[in-house]
């Protein structure tokens, strides 16, 4: 029902409908709407906030009112829903946010609170009091990963105290020279060797990271990973991301040596190919374990079935992108990659009704259409249906005549 009410606005907030959606339902999420819950009439409620829903979804006080009912009725995965709804549509909404850190904590998802806590901290460095609430949700985090709900005495909880550390995400050191730079390394090191918390290790690494000292700073996020007895997010983020940076360096010293050494380019390139290929089976490992980590982070899933088309693996692409569409952010995108999917398993057919699928939705002729019109003309002629074919590029054509090959296409078609 929500992802109807999405489509049916494009998936696209408006401040202009959301005025006219305020004055409309005005009444019933501020007068009436108030007075059920009072009474208790947790169904009406409920009804109410859903139909206040139907003029705009993406519109906070129906979202709110929405959320406060459903948890009134103990129905958080309906305040969930409502609350990530308008943290999409409403990203700078600091109370949107707040909102669904303290219902994804209500409802366990001590992982998720957490993340919302670091946008939180990204909107409002200097918040005080977001950078405390942080520090709870990360030891929360920490104390629900490290089960010490199921330690049999204070000194078991005791000696993983670092645990409770906060990551501190949001601090971030830029130096404008080297010199500078090595002296904050020196003062990060210190900070360190007296105090190894999770935050001085995750301040070191950024550090080293800044001068390209790419194992030490490896080093440290993996001990900040350690400290908290899990794996943030962003923490596995930027250790991917000094993994990739390694073999990219060691790609670029074998496209200089091959520069240098002309008669030795095809051993460089194999070379190259061969870290290219380990490269991309690392990332692919990292997905894997991301999404066994966090299975109901749809964004998680669309990266792993990128990776997994990347290495033609059908099958598996298609489950992912399957469960990827699951997101309204990623939908058509993820269902664009299934109909790529079914058509390169030959299943032409079933990939045109994915594309049709995708076209129902009313968006403007951005990338993500192009795409799909193309992929459906592609489709059309594998099934031999020139007359459909063509009419999709047609409609490419009249709004980017230099989309892809699509111009020499309908010129061959009229030459035939």
């Known amino acids: 029902m929500r992802q109807a009410q999405l489509e049916r606005i494009n998936n696209q907030a408006s401040a202009s409908r959301q005025a006219m959606a305020f004055l409309s339902t005005f009444m019933s999420v501020f007068m009436k709407g108030p007075g059920l819950l009072k009474k208790g009439k947790l169904v009406e409620a409920l009804d109410l906030a859903e139909a206040a829903m139907e003029a705009d979804p993406t519109l906070m006080s129906s979202i709110n009112f929405l959320s406060r009912a459903a948890q009134e009725a103990k129905l958080l995965n309906v305040a969930v829903n409502a609350l990530e709804v308008g943290s999409h549509h409403n990203p ?58 199921q330690a049999e005495s204070f000194r078991d909880v005791i000696k993983d105290k670092e645990l409770a550390q906060t990551l501190e995400q949001q601090e971030r050191v830029a130096a404008h020279d080297k010199e500078t730079l090595v002296a904050l390394i020196e003062a990060a090191e210190k900070a360190v060797a007296e105090k190894p918390t999770a935050s001085s290790h995750k301040k070191l690494a950024d550090l080293y990271r800044q001068n390209h000292d790419l194992e030490k700073a490896l080093e440290q996020y993996n001990l900040v990973a350690e400290k908290m007895g899990a794996m943030d997010p962003a923490i596995d983020t930027a250790i991917t991301d000094i993994l990739c940076e390694r073999f990219d360096d060691a790609i670029a010293q074998w496209q200089t040596f091959a520069t240098q050494n002309p008669a030795r380019q095809k051993e460089a390139e194999e070379k190259i190919a061969a870290i290219a290929k380990q490269k991309d089976e690392m990332v692919l490992t990292r997905l894997k374990e991301r999404v066994e980590r966090y299975p109901n982070d749809a964004s998680f899933r669309f990266d792993l079935a990128e990776a997994y088309w990347r290495f033609q693996d059908v099958d598996l692409a298609l489950r992912e992108f399957q469960l990827a569409q ?61 007359e459909d074919a063509i009419k999709a590029f047609k409609e490419i054509f009249s709004a980017d005549v230099n989309y892809r090959d699509v111009s020499a296409r309908i010129t061959a078609h009229y030459k035939a």
């Not at 200097?126 to 030891?139: C, V």
């Open 92 to 149: 700078k909404n600091v109370a949107a946010l707040k909102s669904l850190a303290v219902v994804y904590a209500r409802a366990g998802e001590d992982e998720k609170a957490l993340q919302v806590r670091q946008r939180i901290c990204a909107l409002r460095p200097n918040d005080l009091s977001a950078q405390n609430d942080l520090k709870q949700a990360t030891a929360v985090a920490a104390m629900k990963k490290g089960k010490w709900d």
């Open 326 to 386: 699951k997101s309204p952010q990623l939908r058509r995108k993820a269902i664009i990659y299934m109909g790529k999917c079914l058509a390169a398993k030959g299943l032409h057919d079933l990939a045109v009704e994915q594309f049709l699928k995708c076209l129902e939705e009313p968006t403007p002729m951005d990338s993500d259409r192009k795409e799909c019109l193309y992929c459906l003309g592609l489709a059309y002629e594998a099934m031999d249906k020139s």
